[in-house]
């Protein structure tokens, strides 16, 4: 008996093959992936972020001496002490001899409620000034180009799963 089993043979180094490639090519995808994910983020995304908090720290801060001025004004006895007075106005923040122990974010809030457009200016005059990297990816990008990264990388990892799958049925171990 003569059997031939050359093309099962080709067969199954296709598959191998097919398979190399498919890993080939996830390999490369998500060593493209994890430099997009870890690529410095672009200028103009950095210089909205430090609107963003300039803007929240301040309205933080503004609500909470209109907190203040309200429980001082709904409290009229508080008004003959000046210590209480001080520390609802300004949350004792802006009255303290010291900034020793200070809150970070309390004081920077105070100062972006007094001097928000200045802060937001200076840091932006900051940014501007800066060398940034030509390998910065902006914000809208990085998360499109992830997501196609992904949906690509998911496709390929399930045609590998269907072709191990199916030799695997037939007999074959490709794994």
């Keep these: ?16 093959a097919r398979l190399a490639s498919i890993r080939t090519e996830v390999q490369q995808l998500q060593t493209r992936r994890e430099a997009i994910r870890h690529a410095p983020a672009h200028r103009e995304d950095v210089k909205t ?19 203040g001025v309200e429980k001082l004004a709904r409290n009229p006895t508080s008004m003959s002490k000046p210590d209480e007075v001080k520390h ?3 949350l004792g923040a802006l ?11 309390e004081l920077g809030a105070i100062l ?32 499109s180009e992830l997501e196609a990264l992904d949906t690509r990388i998911e496709k390929l990892l399930a045609d590998e799963r269907e072709i191990i799958e199916k030799a695997r049925d037939a007999g074959l171990n490709l794994e």
Excluded at 58 to 65: C, D, I, N, Q, V
């Design 1 to 16: 008996m003569n059997i031939d089993f050359s093309a099962v043979k080709r067969a199954f180094q296709g598959m191998e």
């Design 49 to 67: 972020l430090v609107k963003t908090w300039v803007a929240e720290a301040s309205s933080r801060f503004t609500g909470e001496l209109q907190d």
């Design 88 to 90: 609802l106005v300004t």
């Design 95 to 105: 009255g303290r001899p010291s900034y020793t122990g200070q809150e970070p974010l």
């Design 112 to 143: 972006c409620a007094v001097l928000g457009p200045t802060i937001q200016q200076a840091a932006i005059q900051a940014i501007d000034a800066m060398e940034w990297p030509e390998t910065a990816i902006p914000a809208a990008r990085r998360q």
